[in-house]
């Protein structure tokens, strides 16, 4: 039996056997051999297969992917956005290639990456579907693209990522693993975690593992166990733009409304636009920057006063101090003394703090270095 036929037939036996507390250990046990098994196959595929050619370098503060089917706007919006040229067709799959464009908002420099439609069988390698997501793993948030008439593309788009190990809007399950050298698998957990220790354990013994102590604080499945214990899932935050707002009646938004809760969305997070008409642009901007968390910090330059105009921008997980020192370069990082900082994040004006400090939305940031 090749690679292939086995990882049918193991994802045949998990859909034909029922969970319940006494198949929890063996479905476990299915799927960790499952993820195993894509992951030889995709080493293979990616051995073979030269490909690879969507390499597109980040540069700015920040990289949106742009997801969506072919056909909905995603060349239009990119153009609209940005100083980019994409090419806008009547028909399907005229982005064949990876587009860059830069939105300059707030002071931010934004690269949003229109990248190819994804089509069918994307994540089983076919179609070139393979580097289009290896692109958006790279990026700091998913902007799915959806047109007004078929918003349930978002179910497909979702899944194709989810099958390239992209989790989104969740965190990494609170699970850790230490090997050692005997005593065998003992596992730890806070309260109910909805799995049965023999399941958590059969997983782990999938994995090589012989002697462990593992440690499970929060209510799991067995699918986020799986994706714990392998270091290749991505988790990213995602917004979604409905396009071609314009070629609607108000009263056909009702229904649409309908549809997207029917598909988990809340409609008043979903930003409305019209590409074409450049209509709700600001909105999806300010959507973008509240997304990827963005922050911009003033700097004050000894005997050049604060710069308002090029802020440095900061994302979500990179607010603090430290952050700022990273981003600045040079040798600030090596001759920090202290920062100064007036704002939001600060007691009072002028704040003496050190590099952990959190710093917020329009602070002025002084770095006292040594000479
Ligand atoms: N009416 C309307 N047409 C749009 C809008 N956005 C894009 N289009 C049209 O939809 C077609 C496909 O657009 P394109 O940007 O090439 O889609 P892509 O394949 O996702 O890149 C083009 O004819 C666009 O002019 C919109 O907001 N309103
Ligand atoms: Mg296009």
């Known amino acids: 039996m090749g690679l292939k036929e086995e990882i049918e037939a193991i994802e045949e036996e998990i859909a034909e056997t029922p969970y319940n507390k006494s198949t929890e250990h063996h479905i476990g046990r299915l799927k960790a051999k499952l993820a195993e098994k894509k992951e030889k196959l995709e080493r293979q595929q990616s051995g073979s297969g030269g490909g690879g050619g969507y390499a597109v370098e980040k540069t700015g503060d920040a990289t949106v992917a742009l997801v969506g089917f072919p056909s909905v706007g995603k060349s239009t919006l990119l153009n609209a956005l940005t100083n980019a040229e994409s090419e806008v067709g009547e028909y399907e799959f005229t982005t064949l290639n990876v587009h860059p464009g830069m939105l300059k908002y707030r002071g931010a420099n934004i ?132 396009n071609k707002a314009d070629l609607i009646e108000p009263d056909y938004k009702e229904g649409v409304d309908g549809r997207l809760r029917d598909l988990g969305l809340d409609p008043e997070e979903v930003v409305f636009i019209s590409a074409t008409e450049e209509r709700g642009l600001d909105s999806l901007k300010q959507k973008l920057w509240d997304r990827l968390g963005l922050i911009r910090v003033y700097m004050d330059k000894p005997g050049r006063g604060v710069d308002y105009e090029e802020p440095l921008v900061l994302r979500e997980g990179y607010h603090t101090v430290d952050d700022a020192l990273d981003r600045l370069g040079g040798s600030f990082d090596e001759r920090f003394k202290f920062a100064r900082v007036t704002g939001a994040s600060a007691k009072h004006d002028e704040q003496q703090v050190g590099r952990d400090h959190e710093l917020a939305d329009e602070d002025v940031l002084r770095i006292v270095a040594r000479k």
Do not use: C, W
């Open 111 to 242: 690269q949003l990456l229109d990248v190819p439609g994804l089509i069918s069988g994307a994540a089983d390698g076919r179609g070139g579907g393979r580097e289009v997501l290896s692109v958006v793993r790279t990026a700091d948030l998913v902007l799915f693209l959806l047109s007004v008439f078929e918003v349930e593309q978002y179910d497909r788009l979702r899944e194709e990522l989810y099958a390239n190990k992209v989790r989104l809007d969740t965190r990494p399950p609170n699970v850790s693993v230490a090997k050692r050298h005997k005593g065998g698998i003992r596992v730890t957990t806070s309260g109910d975690v909805g799995l049965e220790d023999e399941t958590i354990k059969g997983v782990l013994r999938e994995y090589g593992y012989v002697n462990a102590d593992v440690t499970v604080r929060e209510e799991l499945t067995i699918d986020e166990l799986v994706d714990a214990l392998m270091d290749n899932r991505e988790y990213l935050p995602s917004a979604v733009a409905v």
